[in-house]
Structures are given as structure tokens and as C-alpha cells.
């Protein structure tokens, strides 16, 4: 069965700092791979995702995520943090041919003024 | 175009009770999934409807949970009888057809936050 690992379920950057947060899969098979955002009192939000095209992909809100198969890794990034940004994370996995995503126990990003 | 809609935003149970929870789909997507958070844990799958049939349920936990899709359009996920165990976050999410082994960008509502006292 897939998993998906998302190390430290709470980080917290100064506004301006570079945001990094971690997931790994764990996939006999290239998955897709994706990232979700949930903002307080809102559903999940898409902001990118791989689909075996470019293993660098942007998404919204100048985050981006580089697909690495050999650390079967899919880090989420953004240069500079804005107070927006805060919110939780999720990754999330799902294999060709089945629809179902599997998640990560998302990450909750504070951004201190 | 209107997103995934999920009925109630929250609702609040005895042990015992049924509740019956909804999702509206946006328009034209066959595809409609359940999911669901218990607090402090990852986002689970529950089940995954192409148009009115149960496409996969294999992330049901048990009996007591119903999931319907009449006709194709909306859904309803009922918890008879309820447990405290059953409380968490029930997300919906809808996406459109593709071919076979292709993705398409899932959807979701707002969540529906039950809590079973």
C-alpha cells in the first residue's frame, strides 16, 4: 500500500524566509503527486501537481515542487514567505489507474511577522 | 461555475444517533469521492463514485456508513448508528472523466466537521 510521509506536522518561518516543507511517497510505481492547501474555514485547495511531465512544477502563489525518484521525495517550496501563506499543508499520492489519493498528515505553516 | 458543496458545515450528534451527510458535485464531474479526517491524522479515503456506481469502497470502515449517489448528481453518506470514533472532518470532492491512466484535478468541498458525543 502507498504512504506518504510529511516530516514535521508544524513549521514555522519569519515572514520573508524560504518555506520548505517535506513529504516522501512511498510507490512501487511512478505516482502523481500532488499538494494541497487548506486555509483556515475552507476546503482543500489544489496548488500543484506532478504527472510525470517536468519534475519541477509551479503551482499558485509562487510555491513549486521538484519530483526526485531517487529520494522518492516531492518537497513543497517558496522562496520568500508571506503572512498569507499560513495555512496546512497536505501531500498526497495516487497511482496511474486508481483515482483514490492517499495523504500525508499535512503540515501546518505559521508565518511570524 | 459553483465548487464542491457539502451539507452541514458541522453537526453535533449523541452516540447512537444517524446523521446523513451531503455533497453536490460541480456540474458535469462523474466522478465523486468521500474522504475523511480524524482529528490529528492524515486525510483518508473512504469511497469514489463514477456517476451512480460504487467504483471503489475500499476505505469504508464499516456497515454503520451508507453512501448513496442517486441518479448520478448529488451524494449522501449516512452514519447509522454513530460512534464517538466517527468524529472528524468528512471532505467530498468531484473531478471530471479521463481516459485510463489518466488524472484528473480533484475537487473538494469545505468539509462537513461532525462531532459524536
Known amino acids: 500500500a502507498q504512504s506518504v510521509t510529511q516530516l514535521g506536522s508544524h513549521v514555522s518561518v519569519s515572514e520573508g524566509a524560504l518555506v520548505l516543507l517535506r513529504c516522501n511517497y512511498s510507490?512501487?510505481?511512478?505516482?502523481?503527486l500532488f499538494w494541497y492547501v487548506q486555509y483556515p474555514n475552507q476546503g482543500l485547495q489544489l496548488l500543484l501537481k506532478?504527472?510525470?511531465?517536468?519534475?519541477l512544477v509551479k503551482g499558485i502563489n509562487g510555491f513549486e515542487a521538484e519530483f526526485k525518484k531517487s529520494e522518492t521525495s516531492f518537497h513543497l517550496t517558496k522562496p520568500s514567505a508571506h503572512m498569507s501563506d499560513a495555512a496546512e499543508y497536505f501531500c498526497?499520492?495516487?497511482?496511474?489507474?486508481?483515482?483514490?489519493?492517499?495523504f500525508g498528515s499535512g503540515t501546518r505553516l505559521q508565518v511570524q511577522p | 461555475e459553483a465548487g464542491v458543496t457539502q451539507f452541514p458545515s458541522h453537526s453535533v450528534i449523541e452516540k447512537g444517533q444517524t446523521v446523513t451527510l451531503r455533497c453536490d458535485p460541480i456540474?458535469?464531474?462523474?466522478?465523486l469521492y468521500w474522504y475523511r479526517r480524524v482529528m490529528g491524522k492524515e486525510i483518508k479515503f473512504l469511497l469514489h463514485?463514477?456517476?451512480?456506481?460504487?467504483?471503489?469502497e475500499s476505505g469504508m470502515p464499516n456497515n454503520r456508513f451508507l453512501a448513496e449517489r442517486t441518479g448520478g448528481t448529488y451524494s449522501t453518506l449516512k452514519v447509522q448508528p454513530a460512534e464517538l470514533e466517527d468524529s472528524g472532518v468528512y471532505f467530498c470532492?468531484?473531478?471530471?472523466?479521463?481516459?485510463?491512466?489518466?488524472?484528473?484535478?480533484?475537487?473538494f468541498g469545505p468539509g462537513t466537521r461532525l462531532t459524536v458525543l
Open positions: 470532492a468531484s473531478s471530471q472523466v479521463l481516459g485510463t491512466g489518466g488524472y484528473n484535478e480533484q475537487f
Open positions: 463514485f463514477v456517476k451512480e456506481s460504487k467504483q471503489d
Open positions: 456540474s458535469g464531474h462523474d466522478n
Open positions: 510507490s512501487s510505481v511512478p505516482p502523481y
Open positions: 506532478y504527472t510525470s511531465a517536468a519534475t
Open positions: 498526497a499520492v495516487s497511482e496511474a489507474g486508481r483515482r483514490a489519493l492517499t
